[in-house]
């Protein structure tokens, strides 16, 4: 059973970048057919896709994110990673990763990192 | 706003059935997929594709789909059924981007 584990800091200033990582573990990230995905949450709120990476490294963003996001894999250490530019309060979360099952029809995340809350404040 | 729109709440009462639902264009080429969330922990998938279940998700939830709106039935609610349910499908763009619903807080009363 593959298991996630998101790590980075948990308060990043106002116009900082922010900085997750998403650690695999139980299997191989290069194994299968899956995409790895970054989805968020602010407290109260309901769920936002930010984007998603292949294991080719072909990656595709929220297109109301896109301009800020960068969504990168390194398999020698079986991990995934975000990074958010220019990051506002409105960008407090908590921030989960997840693997993306797909097939034309239909895309769904079955394993999902604990989720690490992100606070942006100076 | 979100391309999949939810009832923001649903109450049932104990052993009852409910149906959550979730509109949206995209549904007419893509399945919905749902997840189950209670408070301070990660969304689960409970059901995906044509009305697949994971393992270890009672038949009691099921899904379906008609033209633009899908549905999570509960038949019998149990009280471990009160959490906030998400749908999520691909976007309407036909460029594959994912998308979630806003929610819908279950409650059993």
């Known amino acids: 059973q593959v298991q996630l584990q998101e790590s980075g800091p948990g308060l990043v200033k106002p116009s900082q970048t922010l900085s997750l990582t998403c650690t695999v573990s139980g299997g191989s990230l290069s194994s299968g057919s899956y995409y790895w995905s970054w989805i968020r949450q602010p407290a109260g709120k309901g769920l936002e896709w930010i984007g998603r990476?292949?294991?080719?490294?072909?990656?595709i963003y929220n297109p109301s994110l896109e301009s800020r996001v960068t969504i990168s894999v390194d398999t020698s250490r079986n991990h995934f990673s975000l990074r958010l530019s220019s990051v506002t309060a409105a960008d407090t979360a908590v921030y989960y990763c997840?693997?993306?099952?797909?097939?034309?029809?239909?895309?769904?995340?079955?394993?999902w990192g604990q989720g690490t809350l992100v606070t942006v404040s100076s | 706003s979100s391309e999949l729109t939810q009832d923001p709440a649903v109450s049932v009462a104990l052993g009852q059935t409910v149906r959550i639902t979730c509109q949206g264009d995209?549904?007419?080429?893509?399945?919905a997929n749902w997840y189950q969330q209670k408070p301070g922990q990660a969304p689960v998938l409970v059901m995906y594709g044509k009305n697949k279940r994971p393992s270890g998700i009672p038949d009691r939830i099921s899904g379906s789909s008609s033209g633009n709106t899908a549905s999570l039935t509960i038949t019998g609610a149990q009280a471990e059924d009160e959490a906030d349910y998400y749908c999520n499908s691909r976007d309407s763009s036909g460029n594959h981007l994912g998308v979630f619903g806003g929610g819908t807080k279950l409650t059993v009363l």
């Open positions: 990476i292949s294991i080719s490294g072909s990656t």
């Open positions: 995209s549904l007419r080429n893509y399945y």
């Open positions: 997840a693997r993306e099952s797909y097939d034309f029809w239909s895309g769904f995340y079955d394993s």
